[in-house]
Protein backbone atom coordinates (compact mmCIF):
# COMPACT_ATOMS: atom_id res chain seq x y z
CA UNK A 1 0.00 0.00 0.00
CA UNK A 2 1.60 3.54 -1.05
CA UNK A 3 1.49 6.61 1.36
CA UNK A 4 -1.20 8.12 -0.99
CA UNK A 5 -3.71 5.49 -0.40
CA UNK A 6 -2.54 5.24 3.48
CA UNK A 7 -3.79 8.53 3.70
CA UNK A 8 -6.88 8.06 2.79
CA UNK A 9 -7.78 4.83 4.52
CA UNK A 10 -7.14 6.85 8.09
CA UNK A 11 -9.19 9.54 6.91
CA UNK A 12 -12.02 7.13 6.14
CA UNK A 13 -11.38 5.79 9.42
CA UNK A 14 -11.60 8.86 11.23
CA UNK A 15 -13.91 10.43 9.45
CA UNK A 16 -16.72 7.17 10.46
CA UNK A 17 -15.43 7.47 13.87
CA UNK A 18 -16.14 11.23 14.40
CA UNK A 19 -19.64 10.36 12.31
CA UNK A 20 -20.49 8.09 15.55
CA UNK A 21 -19.31 10.35 18.29
CA UNK A 22 -21.58 13.11 16.81
CA UNK A 23 -24.33 10.85 16.62
CA UNK A 24 -23.63 9.57 20.40
CA UNK A 25 -23.56 13.17 21.19
CA UNK A 26 -26.88 13.82 19.91
CA UNK A 27 -28.71 11.25 21.11
CA UNK A 28 -27.53 12.16 24.31
CA UNK A 29 -28.71 16.10 23.62
CA UNK A 30 -31.70 14.49 22.73
CA UNK A 31 -32.04 12.54 25.72
CA UNK A 32 -31.26 15.27 28.32
CA UNK A 33 -34.24 17.62 26.41
CA UNK A 34 -36.75 14.47 27.20
CA UNK A 35 -35.93 14.61 30.51
CA UNK A 36 -35.84 17.94 31.01
CA UNK A 37 -39.20 17.78 29.55
CA UNK A 38 -40.55 15.45 31.47
CA UNK A 39 -39.64 17.04 34.63
CA UNK A 40 -41.06 20.18 33.33
CA UNK A 41 -44.48 18.61 32.46
CA UNK A 42 -44.50 16.84 36.55
CA UNK A 43 -43.60 20.30 37.54
CA UNK A 44 -46.31 22.33 36.20
CA UNK A 45 -48.93 19.59 36.84
CA UNK A 46 -48.20 19.49 40.55
CA UNK A 47 -48.55 23.11 40.55
CA UNK A 48 -52.10 23.13 38.16
CA UNK A 49 -53.16 20.97 41.32
CA UNK A 50 -52.09 23.13 43.89
CA UNK A 51 -53.81 25.53 42.07
CA UNK A 52 -56.94 23.84 41.52
CA UNK A 53 -57.49 22.72 45.06
CA UNK A 54 -56.59 26.32 46.33
CA UNK A 55 -59.54 27.62 43.79
CA UNK A 56 -62.25 25.32 45.14
CA UNK A 57 -61.57 26.31 48.44
CA UNK A 58 -61.93 29.72 47.73
CA UNK A 59 -64.98 29.58 45.10
CA UNK A 60 -66.62 27.11 48.06
CA UNK A 61 -65.46 29.95 50.61
CA UNK A 62 -67.33 32.85 48.09
CA UNK A 63 -70.43 30.52 48.03
CA UNK A 64 -70.86 30.02 51.66
CA UNK A 65 -70.98 33.46 52.08
CA UNK A 66 -72.94 35.04 49.14
CA UNK A 67 -75.42 31.93 48.77
CA UNK A 68 -77.83 31.46 51.83
CA UNK A 69 -81.08 29.99 50.52
CA UNK A 70 -81.72 27.19 48.35
CA UNK A 71 -83.89 28.81 45.72
CA UNK A 72 -82.19 30.48 43.75
CA UNK A 73 -80.60 29.41 40.70
CA UNK A 74 -76.99 29.57 38.68
CA UNK A 75 -78.18 32.57 35.66
CA UNK A 76 -79.47 34.39 39.09
CA UNK A 77 -76.47 34.62 40.83
CA UNK A 78 -73.77 34.40 38.23
CA UNK A 79 -72.92 38.34 37.74
CA UNK A 80 -72.90 38.77 41.56
CA UNK A 81 -70.60 36.06 42.55
CA UNK A 82 -68.18 37.27 39.18
CA UNK A 83 -67.70 40.39 40.82
CA UNK A 84 -65.63 38.82 43.55
CA UNK A 85 -61.81 37.82 42.79
CA UNK A 86 -62.28 34.46 44.59
CA UNK A 87 -64.61 34.03 41.30
CA UNK A 88 -61.94 34.04 39.18
CA UNK A 89 -59.83 31.34 41.34
CA UNK A 90 -56.69 29.56 38.90
CA UNK A 91 -57.47 26.03 37.93
CA UNK A 92 -61.43 26.03 37.73
CA UNK A 93 -63.46 25.99 34.54
CA UNK A 94 -67.07 27.24 33.96
CA UNK A 95 -67.78 23.57 34.80
CA UNK A 96 -66.13 22.92 37.72
CA UNK A 97 -68.08 26.77 39.35
CA UNK A 98 -71.43 25.69 38.02
CA UNK A 99 -70.93 21.76 39.54
CA UNK A 100 -70.17 23.80 42.83
CA UNK A 101 -72.85 25.96 43.34
CA UNK A 102 -75.42 23.14 42.31
CA UNK A 103 -74.07 21.11 45.03
CA UNK A 104 -73.71 24.12 47.50
CA UNK A 105 -77.40 24.70 46.73
CA UNK A 106 -78.40 20.74 46.99
CA UNK A 107 -76.89 20.35 50.67
CA UNK A 108 -78.78 23.97 51.93
CA UNK A 109 -82.22 22.25 50.52
CA UNK A 110 -81.00 18.98 52.45
CA UNK A 111 -80.25 20.78 55.37
CA UNK A 112 -83.53 22.70 55.45
CA UNK A 113 -85.99 19.18 54.27
CA UNK A 114 -83.82 17.73 57.84
CA UNK A 115 -85.04 20.60 60.17
CA UNK A 116 -88.58 20.74 58.71
CA UNK A 117 -88.97 17.08 59.24
CA UNK A 118 -87.77 17.65 63.47
CA UNK A 119 -90.24 20.59 63.59
CA UNK A 120 -93.23 18.05 62.78
CA UNK A 121 -91.72 14.97 64.40
CA UNK A 122 -92.66 17.67 67.83
CA UNK A 123 -96.67 18.26 66.50
CA UNK A 124 -97.55 15.02 63.98
CA UNK A 125 -99.11 11.94 64.28
CA UNK A 126 -100.37 9.42 61.68
CA UNK A 127 -103.49 10.42 62.05
CA UNK A 128 -102.49 14.31 61.79
CA UNK A 129 -103.75 16.44 58.79
CA UNK A 130 -101.96 19.13 56.52
CA UNK A 131 -104.78 21.74 57.69
CA UNK A 132 -104.08 20.80 61.45
CA UNK A 133 -100.68 21.04 61.44
CA UNK A 134 -100.40 24.24 58.79
CA UNK A 135 -101.20 27.22 61.61
CA UNK A 136 -98.79 25.42 64.16
CA UNK A 137 -95.80 25.57 61.66
CA UNK A 138 -96.64 28.23 59.65
CA UNK A 139 -94.26 30.73 61.21
CA UNK A 140 -92.01 28.73 62.45
CA UNK A 141 -88.30 29.32 61.39
CA UNK A 142 -87.42 25.96 60.31
CA UNK A 143 -90.30 25.73 57.71
CA UNK A 144 -90.10 29.63 56.48
CA UNK A 145 -86.64 28.78 55.92
CA UNK A 146 -87.61 25.91 53.74
CA UNK A 147 -90.21 27.68 51.97
CA UNK A 148 -92.88 30.24 52.14
CA UNK A 149 -95.07 28.67 49.94
CA UNK A 150 -97.82 26.40 51.49
CA UNK A 151 -98.48 24.27 48.84
CA UNK A 152 -94.73 23.77 48.37
CA UNK A 153 -94.41 22.77 52.11
CA UNK A 154 -97.84 19.89 52.48
CA UNK A 155 -95.56 18.42 49.59
CA UNK A 156 -92.89 17.53 51.90
CA UNK A 157 -95.47 17.10 54.74
CA UNK A 158 -97.13 14.55 52.90
CA UNK A 159 -93.61 12.66 51.85
CA UNK A 160 -93.21 12.93 55.23
CA UNK A 161 -95.80 11.00 56.13
CA UNK A 162 -95.56 8.58 53.73
CA UNK A 163 -92.37 7.52 55.08
CA UNK A 164 -93.91 7.66 58.79
CA UNK A 165 -96.87 5.41 57.67
CA UNK A 166 -94.19 3.04 56.46
CA UNK A 167 -92.40 3.04 59.68
CA UNK A 168 -95.45 2.32 62.03
CA UNK A 169 -96.26 -0.39 60.08
CA UNK A 170 -92.56 -1.83 60.19
CA UNK A 171 -92.79 -1.19 63.86
CA UNK A 172 -96.18 -3.05 64.10
CA UNK A 173 -95.42 -6.01 62.39
CA UNK A 174 -92.24 -6.30 64.66
CA UNK A 175 -94.98 -6.47 67.76
CA UNK A 176 -96.72 -9.03 66.17
CA UNK A 177 -93.55 -10.96 65.62
CA UNK A 178 -92.55 -10.50 69.69
CA UNK A 179 -96.02 -11.02 70.78
CA UNK A 180 -96.02 -14.92 68.93
CA UNK A 181 -94.40 -15.56 72.81
CA UNK A 182 -97.93 -15.41 73.63
CA UNK A 183 -99.80 -18.06 72.19
CA UNK A 184 -96.41 -20.36 73.23
CA UNK A 185 -96.71 -19.43 76.55
CA UNK A 186 -100.58 -20.24 76.69
CA UNK A 187 -100.08 -23.60 75.04
CA UNK A 188 -96.95 -24.52 77.65
CA UNK A 189 -99.24 -23.46 80.73
CA UNK A 190 -102.10 -25.88 79.06
CA UNK A 191 -99.29 -28.32 78.65
CA UNK A 192 -98.02 -28.27 82.38
CA UNK A 193 -95.07 -26.43 81.11
CA UNK A 194 -93.98 -29.56 79.63
CA UNK A 195 -92.30 -30.88 82.62
CA UNK A 196 -95.21 -33.44 83.57
CA UNK A 197 -94.97 -37.32 83.84
CA UNK A 198 -96.22 -38.70 80.46
CA UNK A 199 -99.50 -40.91 81.34
CA UNK A 200 -98.85 -44.46 81.73
CA UNK A 201 -95.19 -43.95 83.58
CA UNK A 202 -94.84 -45.03 86.92
CA UNK A 203 -95.36 -42.82 89.91
CA UNK A 204 -98.21 -40.72 87.77
CA UNK A 205 -99.90 -38.64 89.88
CA UNK A 206 -103.85 -39.52 89.97
CA UNK A 207 -104.69 -36.20 91.32
CA UNK A 208 -105.88 -33.42 89.30
CA UNK A 209 -102.80 -31.21 88.03
CA UNK A 210 -103.30 -27.72 89.20
CA UNK A 211 -102.44 -25.26 85.76
CA UNK A 212 -100.71 -22.68 86.66
CA UNK A 213 -102.22 -19.10 85.96
CA UNK A 214 -101.01 -17.02 83.23
CA UNK A 215 -100.30 -13.36 84.36
CA UNK A 216 -101.44 -10.85 82.23
CA UNK A 217 -99.17 -8.20 83.75
CA UNK A 218 -96.11 -9.91 81.62
CA UNK A 219 -98.37 -9.65 78.57
CA UNK A 220 -99.01 -5.93 79.01
CA UNK A 221 -95.29 -5.28 79.63
CA UNK A 222 -93.95 -6.30 76.47
CA UNK A 223 -97.15 -5.29 74.58
CA UNK A 224 -97.04 -1.87 76.33
CA UNK A 225 -94.03 -0.59 74.70
CA UNK A 226 -94.99 -1.16 71.00
CA UNK A 227 -98.69 -0.39 71.59
CA UNK A 228 -98.29 2.81 72.63
CA UNK A 229 -96.56 3.98 69.16
CA UNK A 230 -99.62 3.12 67.11
CA UNK A 231 -102.07 5.88 67.56
CA UNK A 232 -105.51 6.05 65.89
CA UNK A 233 -105.49 6.66 62.43
CA UNK A 234 -108.26 8.17 60.38
CA UNK A 235 -108.85 9.39 56.87
CA UNK A 236 -107.44 12.94 55.52
CA UNK A 237 -110.07 15.60 56.46
CA UNK A 238 -108.81 17.43 53.03
CA UNK A 239 -107.81 14.26 51.04
CA UNK A 240 -106.52 10.68 51.27
CA UNK A 241 -102.90 10.15 52.47
CA UNK A 242 -100.86 8.83 49.82
CA UNK A 243 -101.25 5.26 51.30
CA UNK A 244 -105.42 4.26 51.36
CA UNK A 245 -104.82 1.16 52.04
CA UNK A 246 -105.11 0.63 55.89
CA UNK A 247 -102.34 -0.19 58.15
CA UNK A 248 -102.43 -3.42 57.66
CA UNK A 249 -102.98 -3.08 54.06
CA UNK A 250 -106.41 -4.17 53.43
CA UNK A 251 -107.73 -2.21 50.63
CA UNK A 252 -111.38 -0.56 50.93
CA UNK A 253 -110.86 0.24 54.63
CA UNK A 254 -110.77 3.23 56.30
CA UNK A 255 -107.29 3.03 58.70
CA UNK A 256 -109.58 4.02 61.77
CA UNK A 257 -111.60 0.75 60.92
CA UNK A 258 -108.23 -1.30 61.26
CA UNK A 259 -106.47 0.76 64.41
CA UNK A 260 -108.54 2.29 67.07
CA UNK A 261 -107.45 5.13 69.45
CA UNK A 262 -104.04 4.66 71.09
CA UNK A 263 -103.24 0.99 72.96
CA UNK A 264 -106.87 -0.51 71.25
CA UNK A 265 -104.36 -2.73 69.78
CA UNK A 266 -102.74 -3.90 72.53
CA UNK A 267 -106.22 -4.23 74.64
CA UNK A 268 -107.71 -6.33 71.15
CA UNK A 269 -104.70 -8.62 71.50
CA UNK A 270 -104.81 -9.09 75.10
CA UNK A 271 -108.56 -10.03 74.87
CA UNK A 272 -107.83 -12.83 72.31
CA UNK A 273 -105.11 -14.08 74.85
CA UNK A 274 -107.88 -14.21 77.37
CA UNK A 275 -109.99 -15.75 75.32
CA UNK A 276 -107.66 -18.34 74.03
CA UNK A 277 -106.81 -19.06 77.89
CA UNK A 278 -109.90 -19.99 78.25
CA UNK A 279 -110.25 -22.48 75.40
CA UNK A 280 -107.08 -24.07 76.52
CA UNK A 281 -107.82 -24.52 79.80
CA UNK A 282 -111.37 -25.04 79.72
Excluded at 92 to 102: I, K, T, V, W
Excluded at 182 to 196: K, L, N, Q, S
Excluded at 225 to 245: E, Y
Amino acid sequence: MDVYKKKRWLTHLDRNQLHREEGSLRERERQVRRERAQRSRETDHSKSAAQREEGLLAFNTLLIDRIRTHSVTWADKRADLERDTRFHSAGLYEADRRQLFDEHVDKLHRTRVDQFHRLLDEHVRLDTTWLEVLPVVRDDPRATRLSRDEDALEKVFDAYMVERVKTAKKEFEELLRENQFVEFRVRWVGMGGGGAAAPGEEGEDTEPRVVPKLDLKEIHAVLKVRGQAIPRLKPSSRRARPDDRGLFGHPGKAKANHVGARGEVVTMRIVSVKKTIGSELG
